[in-house]
């Protein structure tokens, strides 16, 4: 898995454009390793799983020299994708957003009008706080644009141990 580096070493515009950086990397030079980039598959937990709805989201493939709909699976657990409800938060002394960010970087906000990319939304069925929210709120918009998406509930798990099942 790729790795990308966290507030408040950098800060989120940084994060996001990291993990693009990284698939735009992984599309140009990947099939010098063997690999077909034609789709490319994403996921990611928690802050991973906004970092997946980044990488979703329009509005940024052509200033990175990619293809419109180059991104195939994507697996999105317990994430965060609208930022607003974490600005007067104590979370966001450390990732000190503007409503600017906000709008920039919520995933929610640049759902894509046409793409082919196969959505898969998880949360724990024991997870408090904005994650089953986001999660639901993340797959109505996504449903209304009329793109594929699966939910898969966990009802017995929580925020940490969801991502451990993947190993399982």
Do not use: C
Request: charged share 15%.
């Amino acid at each position: 898995g790729m790795g990308y580096r966290l507030a408040a070493a950098v800060n989120l515009e940084q994060s996001v454009d990291g993990v693009r950086l990284a698939v735009a990397w992984l599309h140009r030079e990947g099939p010098s390793f063997g690999l077909d980039t034609h789709k490319i598959h994403i996921g990611g937990s928690s802050a991973g799983g906004h970092l997946t709805g980044a990488v979703l989201a329009d509005g940024w493939r052509t200033d990175y020299g990619l293809p419109h709909d180059m991104i195939g699976a994507a697996l999105a657990l317990s994430g965060i994708f609208d930022l607003e409800p974490l600005l007067h938060t104590k979370i966001n002394t450390w990732l000190n957003m503007d409503m600017g960010t906000v709008v920039a970087l919520s995933p929610i906000r640049h759902i894509p009008a046409k793409t082919d990319a196969q959505l898969v939304l998880s949360v724990g069925g024991l997870e408090r706080g904005g994650f089953p929210r986001e999660t639901q709120s993340y797959h109505d918009a996504w449903a209304a644009a009329g793109h594929a998406l699966q939910n898969i509930a966990m009802p017995g798990y929580n925020h940490f141990d969801i991502n451990a099942t993947l190993a399982d």
